[in-house]
């Protein structure tokens, strides 16, 4: 493990020396996050040299490196975040935990349930963090409204419904609809959905029943799934690249329903109670903070926090779903063809 400090359980968790790997959107939202509480990147690398050498100057990067394989062989970093296009994650993955980095990996973590075994086995065999950072799992709301849920204090949960839908121009090369770059409504924003709803249930779903209309380059487009786990809790997921809808969540239990708008990156929710219709705010942690949670979070980790560094588990239910409606789609990604 290069260099990561390390803490008994429950204890302060360290400052990690960061590098990241990509340099698009993510990559300077997390530069601007950790400018905010006075930290810098401790490394950054890119395919193209000159983005990332352009990207540690905007941010006083304290090293851009030549290669993707300099940064993970340097002994300055302890930590990767993973911003780089779904399709080329467990490559980089591979490296990395097999260096013995921690890493931080963008959503969707990988393509498919194989890939996410084969990370968290070497990360197991490396003894480092492999974490997920779909923001849903870090988010302080979720945590908040999931130990009330689990407290029992909105009575037994029934029902998950979710709506995201955006609207993507047809351009068949963004990494919106190109396969070759993973593209496709579920890994691209029903990743979102189905942690979320995964958090509020008692058990992973067994049954699945879902719809896909695919878009010209073949990945899914608009995804419409239902989902029941052996308690009988169900989820109704509406997902699309091509039609506007709200980013809506709804929790529905015995004796309140939670309702979370925008719940990505959500920092307020809204139950209403069932038997007076009595509407209770909930609010915990800033929305413009998402990154540095999830940053926390994988720190946390590394200090020894078992919960934290359960997540792993959520995401590995996700995966297995999302991998499992694929393949009733009868969709896969070249990547997965050339596997068979």
């Not at 983005?51 to 302890?78: C, H, M, N, W």
């Not at 209309?213 to 169900?234: F, H, K, S, W």
């Not at 015995?254 to 209770?280: F, I, N, S």
Request: glycine letters at 8%; proline letters at 4%.
């Amino acid at each position: 493990m290069a260099g990561a400090p390390g803490s008994e359980a429950g204890a302060r968790a360290p400052h990690l020396r960061w590098g990241v790997i990509g340099c698009g959107v993510i990559a300077n939202e997390m530069a601007q996050t950790l400018a905010r509480e006075g930290r810098a990147l401790d490394g950054v690398a890119n395919r193209t040299h000159e983005k990332a050498q352009a990207f540690g100057e905007r941010y006083g990067v304290r090293r851009v490196y030549d290669t993707i394989d300099e940064l993970i062989a340097s002994p300055d970093v302890d930590a990767i975040y993973l911003t780089t296009p779904h399709n080329t994650h467990i490559t980089y993955l591979r490296q990395a935990l097999a260096a013995g980095k921690h890493v931080l990996c963008e959503k969707s973590i990988t393509l498919n349930s194989d890939e996410l075994a084969c990370a968290r086995e070497l990360a197991a065999k490396s003894g480092v963090q492999l974490m997920d950072a779909c923001t849903v799992l870090h988010m302080p709301l979720y945590k908040e409204l999931r130990r009330r849920a689990q407290a029992g204090d909105f009575g037994r949960v029934n029902l998950v419904q979710e709506n995201f839908g955006s609207y993507k121009d047809y351009d068949m090369r963004n990494r919106f609809f190109n396969p070759n770059l993973a593209g496709g409504a579920l890994l691209d924003i029903g990743v979102y959905s189905i942690t979320l709803a995964r958090l509020f249930l008692e058990s992973c779903p067994t049954e699945l029943a879902s719809l896909m209309n695919p878009a010209p380059t073949g990945v899914d487009e608009t995804d419409g799934i239902l989902m029941r786990n052996p308690e009988g809790q169900m989820v109704v997921l509406s997902l699309t690249l091509h039609s506007k809808q709200p980013k809506r969540a709804m929790v529905s239990a015995d004796a309140a329903y939670l309702e979370v708008m925008e719940y990505p990156r959500a920092d307020a929710a809204k139950v209403v109670w069932t038997a007076d219709g009595r509407v209770e705010e909930v609010h915990a942690g800033e929305r413009e903070r998402a990154l540095g949670y999830v940053t926390d979070d994988l720190e946390a980790a590394v200090a020894g926090d078992e919960e934290a560094a359960a997540q792993i588990e959520t995401s590995a239910d996700v995966m297995a779903l999302m991998t499992r409606l694929r393949r009733d789609w009868g969709f896969s990604y070249p990547e997965e063809q050339q596997d068979r």
